[in-house]
């Protein structure tokens, strides 16, 4: 193509630096944080770049100029930051397009992303939805699995089913079937869609699943089947919601019992996805998989927000032979070019390299390197799966003294409620998960 801007491409002058001081006060005065109040009351610290598995501040911070990234962004960063492959492909794809319009249009980097998550997700999974952020891909799993029943002459079926202790998203279904106790979304319960809640699964990743637990669940998901959609579940870890793992079993009852009592089951692997709990997704352990799937967080290795819903075609045809044939969804940013191109050269990295071994050895570190925190006073329980490394204390933590001692380790983490936690990024070297378990520690120690 000519180049449609030569030759007098106006250009804005570079604007000037912002000092560090200066950013933090209109910081401050204008932009919202995660969870946060307006103003805002705890001072974020200012990163500048960030490559490999460091963040590099602006200005010192305890001593630190450079920070080991113990949280992968939120999880999403599990090859580190800055990586020539995603960042190649981020480029290729820039000078091509960054997007378009998905409606009556489509591209090479939507097709080719689609088409690998179905090859690598669970089999009965065909169909995908690309959607633009993980609270929004639970939207859309909620939206399909509600419009199934309707289009199959069901429209009483129309509530969901989940555990206690869930974290789904911050947007309004997805809200629902948060843990409706103590959770970050308690002050909406009289105003969201009354789901149907069952106990917390029991502890334990590696413990029998409770003969009486599966019981009452089963009953539970038989009583409310007649109004009941779907159950919908972070299959093994629960993120967000508390940082706990349960057996797979549970996972084998669920997917029994919906067969059995016509309800459909979704997997959240927004968290779980993509190698972290050890498996590629965390379905795997319980060799099941759910009619419909959201993943998000690591799709993109952190670089932009994507994520996906994928459906059954049962699902899938389910919807498009009723009254209504078509899944009214479809946000501005669908299935972004760039954001697709990135995550295809991020699965491909994942797959092209001995993940399960990565994981595993980070697993191991965290193991060996949290081990003395259970010895410490206030911890209640440490916990490691896959790439994942929890210390629970006994009381609320004070975050601010526990991210201060984490920086003073030359390390990040933001811990939450009772927990700190940490799930590095799959490239992080031993030396480094060896420092992220003494920052855990020091947090423990000092939050
Ligand atoms: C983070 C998360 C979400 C929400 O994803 P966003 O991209 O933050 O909207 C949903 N479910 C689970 C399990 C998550 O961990």
């Not at 079937?177 to 069952?198: I, K, N, T, Y």
């Not at 899944?327 to 669908?334: R, S, V």
Request: with cysteine; hydrophobic share 40%.
């Amino acid at each position: 193509m000519p180049d449609p801007y030569a030759p007098a491409l106006p250009r804005p002058t570079e604007p000037k630096p912002y000092a560090p001081a200066e950013l933090r006060a209109l910081d401050r005065a204008h932009v919202w944080h995660p969870y946060g109040p307006m103003p805002g009351r705890q001072e974020p610290l200012v990163v500048e770049s960030a490559s490999g598995v460091r963040l590099r501040l602006a200005e010192p911070a305890e001593g630190q100029r450079e920070l080991v990234d113990g949280m992968s962004s939120w999880w999403s960063a599990v090859h580190g930051y800055n990586h020539p492959v995603l960042n190649e492909a981020a480029r290729g794809q820039l000078d091509r397009m960054s997007h378009v319009m998905f409606g009556g249009l489509t591209h090479e980097p939507a097709v080719r992303l689609a088409a690998r998550l179905v090859e690598i997700t669970p089999e009965p999974l065909q169909h995908v939805f690309l959607a633009d952020s993980g609270s929004v891909s639970v939207e859309v799993a909620v939206k399909m699995c509600l419009q199934y029943w309707r289009s199959a002459g069901r429209p009483e079926k129309q509530r969901l089913l989940t555990w206690r202790g869930g974290y789904h998203g911050d947007t309004w279904q997805p809200m629902s079937v948060c843990d409706p106790e103590g959770g970050m979304h308690e002050l909406w319960s009289g105003s969201l869609p009354r789901q149907v809640f069952a106990d917390a699964p029991p502890d334990g990743f590696d413990a029998e699943p409770d003969p009486a637990y599966t019981t009452r669940l089963r009953e539970l998901i038989a009583r409310h089947a007649h109004e009941v959609a779907a159950v919908i579940v972070e299959p093994v870890v629960q993120g967000a919601g508390g940082m706990r793992f349960h057996s797979p079993g549970y996972l084998r009852v669920l997917r029994e019992a919906c067969d059995e009592l016509d309800v459909l089951l979704v997997f959240d692997e927004i968290a779980t996805g993509f190698g972290r709990t050890g498996e590629l997704f965390a379905a795997g352990h319980a060799g099941v998989s759910p009619d419909v799937m959201c993943v998000g967080k690591a799709l993109t290795g952190g670089y932009l927000t994507m994520a996906a819903t994928l459906c059954t075609s049962r699902v899938a045809e389910g919807i498009s032979r009723g009254e209504v044939p078509v899944l009214a969804h479809g946000p501005t940013f669908m299935a972004n070019p760039l954001a697709a191109a990135i995550a295809s050269a991020s699965v491909d990295l994942l797959l092209g390299q001995d993940w399960a071994g990565e994981v595993a050895r980070i697993g191991t570190g965290l193991r060996s390197g949290l081990a003395e925190a259970a010895e410490l006073p206030g911890v209640a329980d440490v916990r490691v799966l896959g790439a994942i490394g929890v210390v629970q204390l006994d009381h609320e933590v004070d975050m601010a003294s526990a991210t201060r001692a984490a920086v003073r380790e030359g390390v990040w983490l933001r811990p939450f409620r009772d927990l700190v936690y940490t799930m590095p990024p799959y490239v992080t070297g031993d030396d480094d998960v060896r420092r992220i378990c003494r920052a855990v520690c020091a947090a423990a120690r000092e939050g």
